[in-house]
């Protein structure tokens, strides 16, 4: 039989559901690996050969580095206005915050 060490009921903890701590260095950590592996994906998918791979995923970086410290920076000075929303709307204002961010990076 299974000790439990922990006992935990998420299910009445009203606040279960909130946005990750954007000031927290383990996500940021875990924002940047995870864009750049989908940046390698992508130019992996998109190569015609894989020697091109890593020019590709340079020119890729070129746009998405900036555009990324950009994110990371924003989402670190609004965390404690986004720990504040409600999760749907949290979630809905860092999409928007990203998606106004990456439009302006374009122009």
């Known amino acids: 039989m299974l000790a439990v060490s922990i006992r935990q009921d998420l299910s009445s903890d009203p606040r279960s559901d ?5 000031r927290n260095l383990g996500v940021v950590a875990r924002i940047l690996v995870g864009a ?3 940046t390698i994906a992508a130019t992996i998918a998109a190569a015609p050969s894989l020697a091109q791979v890593l020019e590709s995923f340079i020119e890729a ?3 998405i580095e900036p555009l990324l410290l950009a994110c990371v920076v924003a989402l670190y000075v609004a965390a404690p206005l986004l720990a504040r929303l409600p999760y749907v709307a949290g979630c809905a204002a860092v999409a928007v915050l990203t998606l106004g961010l990456a439009a302006a990076g374009r122009a």
């Open 18 to 22: 909130r946005l990750p701590d954007f």
């Open 36 to 38: 750049n592996l989908l």
């Open 61 to 63: 970086a070129m746009f």
